[in-house]
């Protein structure tokens, strides 16, 4: 497996590294990234659905969607980003998330996963996922809230007109109540901790494993996917 920290907090280049890593290699994959303030909505949604537009533009917070299904988030320096890329599409999801509760529930009580895929503290949720499938490899991704402003988080995810384009079918987001983990904490463990307990983690599982970083070329070519791509108001207002 190659585990890369991947320091870029653009959204639309880590967005546009996950589907060059699904597509371009051919080992297993774990990437951890961070994004300055986004919105980001699943590939089949409806921004004026999902998003509190006035707001993110007064705060500057980006858009993107992304190419996996599932719901809207929001992305901040407190929310770690997890990818996991898998060469053989595993018949459900769930193993990778077990594999992430089990790391996680000595640092924190009342950690429970859902047919869905998501981690809950006390009922509130710190973790969301999605999916995709692409030939036999799967891109498994979900966000960790550690420290996100939660306040903002709210109100960006608050669309003023819901349902403005209800005539399209699009997904519409599970709104769930959600909790920052820093806040139920056994164990005192900050984010660059958490950062590294976790690819630690993977580095030592079983397997031939290893730290990668993107050559000058790689990020060349995620760089113009980002462009021609994400950050493509075609692709973000596609609905």
Known sequence: MLCIDNNNTNIYFNLAAEEYLLKNFREDILMLW???PAVVIGKYQCVENEVNIDYIKKQNI???????????????????????????????????????AGLLSPLVGGLRT??????????????????????????HHCSLLFSSQLEVLYISLFPVDAHVNSRIKTVESVRSKVTN??????RKIDFPELKMMILEYFLN????NRIYQFSEDEQSAIGRLASEKYMSSSWIFRF
């Open 114 to 139: 859902d047919e869905r895929n998501n981690l809950f503290i006390n009922n509130m949720k710190i973790s969301g996922s999605a999916q995709c499938v692409h030939k036999d490899a799967s891109l």
């Open 205 to 208: 599982y079983p397997g031939e």
């Open 34 to 36: 961070q994004s300055a």
């Open 181 to 186: 983990m820093k806040d139920h904490l056994i």
């Open 62 to 100: 980006r858009i993107a969607r992304r190419m996996t299904g599932g719901g809207a988030v929001y992305h901040d320096l407190g929310n770690l980003n997890i990818s996991y890329i898998k060469r053989r599409a595993p018949d459900n999801y769930s193993d990778f998330t077990n594999r992430l």
